[in-house]
């Protein structure tokens, strides 16, 4: 005759019982999918911002059993100053809660996404991913021919001699240009440096390939440093973690839900246009 399960055992046979979603036992690293040009707003799209990104990130790295947070990240890059700000909140939060940072490439990871995922202690991509583009690009369009075959006349009054720059419905000025030239170069600086200080020792190549603006599949960008190795978040979770660890998806709000009131008319123009520039980046890549 069998002998009678005690408390404990008839416990542990019970908490087997539960789905992995319900049991507190299991390993649990909380996902973060963070998808989409960078500061692009648009009722149309999803775009990443801080304030759109925030929530969902401080949700997952207050998760007190959760060894770490992982990063899906899929982003062609965008506005630097939305990007350097989801990178510091990742990097205040991680070291608030003293949480290791995981970040896995799906589609792209490229300048301003590739600045987030440098947030992360480690790096992971798909073999096919897309990495890079550690550089600084503006752009724009030059009117004023077209509005003088028109016969439209541009009147602008300003206080303050350089209170007009790179005016597209005025000729292009060589002092402008060189203006806009030294801060892009800045911004370069900040965002090589921020690279470096983050990937220290594994980088394996010189600045000159690093940092010139060109993009690698992630085999190569492996062999750089740029990120730790190749895998997907299942794969990779599951042998640092266990078969039974937890990856519970954080999810960030859609477009639906930054959609403002009154959205049609200048606003879904504005939207339009935006949505045309977020597609332009994509492009870039062949996505």
């Known amino acids: 005759m069998a002998e009678p399960l005690s408390s404990s055992s008839m416990l542990r046979r019970a908490r087997d019982l539960l789905p992995k979603s319900l049991r507190s036992d299991l390993p649990v690293v909380p996902v973060v999918r963070l998808s989409g040009a960078i500061g692009m707003n648009s009722p149309f ?6 304030a759109g990104v925030a929530k969902p990130l401080e949700k997952a790295f207050a998760m007190k059993k959760a060894p770490a947070v992982a990063l ?3 982003s062609p890059g965008g506005a630097p100053v ?10 205040a939060l991680a070291e608030e809660k003293d949480k290791h940072v995981f970040a896995f490439v799906e589609d792209v990871a490229a300048s301003g996404g590739y600045m987030i995922a440098c947030a992360a202690d480690e790096i992971f991509a798909d073999p096919c991913s897309i990495v890079g583009s550690i550089g600084v690009v503006t752009a724009g369009f030059g009117f004023n021919e077209a509005i003088a075959r028109l016969g439209i006349e541009r009147r602008v009054y300003t206080a303050g001699e350089k209170k007009v720059m790179l005016d597209p419905f005025r ?4 002092e402008d240009v060189e203006r806009l030239d030294t801060l892009l170069k800045e911004l370069h600086v900040v965002f090589a440096d921020l690279v470096r200080s983050r990937r220290g020792e594994a980088l ?9 603006g060109e993009f690698w599949l992630a085999t190569q960008a492996a062999g750089f440093g740029l990120v730790d190795g190749l895998g997907d978040v299942r794969s990779i979770l599951k042998a640092r973690y266990g078969e039974d660890v937890r990856m519970p998806l954080i999810q960030t709000p859609g477009p639906f839900f930054r959609r403002r009131p009154g959205g049609f008319g200048a606003e879904a123009a504005h939207g339009a246009l935006a949505a045309l520039e977020e597609r332009m980046l994509w492009s870039r890549f062949g996505l």
């Open 171 to 174: 000729p292009e000025r060589p």
């Open 45 to 50: 799209s999803q775009s990443l911002t801080l």
């Open 72 to 74: 899906l990240i899929s």
């Open 204 to 212: 394996n190549a010189p600045d000159e390939a690093l940092f010139s």
């Open 82 to 91: 939305q990007s350097h700000l989801i990178f510091k909140r990742i990097r």
